[in-house]
């Protein structure tokens, strides 16, 4: 609620100045967007400073937030719900990738596996927003680039014997081909 009145108030004032009241409802919800990223990202960072794992966190929300977005997946219908279980994967993930370290064969079955799960059910659509045949194709070009990125960045953790960071990114690959499969499910 007050997140709320912030944003409608920020929308506003915004109007007062560019004169497009029909674009109140647009303002208010960018602004409540932008709010709730906020609060989401800096309750995610003090997770991961309070765990000493801030690189790791910026590989997991850089991935996760790129993948998630072009492969879709769970949309959850409130902050709050969507607040709690994001700091949740959150906290899960790093702690996971902290106290389980793979092999890097390990890593790179479950990479192998994620990818296979993904090409396959992505990108999932949202039932606010279907897709049609040219845009499919678009997204879906654009998530075999993103994916070659992580392949990248993958190999290169290897070669560089960073495991620490190729499990985070592994298990955030893991989270995001989870979300799809949820998101898959709700949607049929």
Request: charged share 15%.
């Amino acid at each position: 609620m007050v997140m709320e009145t912030i944003s409608s108030r920020l929308a506003q004032y915004v109007i007062r100045y560019n004169n497009k009241e029909d674009w109140y409802d647009i303002y208010k919800y960018c602004f409540l967007l932008c709010i709730e990223t906020a609060i989401n990202l800096s309750c995610n960072l003090l997770i991961a400073c309070t765990f000493g794992m801030v690189k790791e966190f910026l590989i997991f929300i850089s991935i996760f937030f790129i993948l998630r977005r072009t492969c879709g997946g769970l949309h959850l219908t409130s902050f709050r719900t969507c607040f709690i279980l994001t700091n949740f994967v959150v906290f899960t993930t790093l702690i996971v990738s902290k106290v389980i370290q793979y092999r890097n064969i390990t890593c790179w079955l479950i990479l192998v596996c994620s990818y296979t799960v993904l090409l396959i059910v992505s990108p999932i659509e949202n039932e606010n927003k279907k897709m049609d045949a040219k845009e499919r194709n678009h997204v879906v070009k654009k998530m075999y680039n993103i994916m070659i990125i992580v392949l990248i960045l993958a190999l290169l953790f290897s070669y560089l014997n960073q495991i620490r960071f190729l499990v985070v990114l592994t298990n955030t690959l893991l989270v995001v081909t989870i979300s799809a499969l949820i998101g898959k499910i709700k949607i049929s």
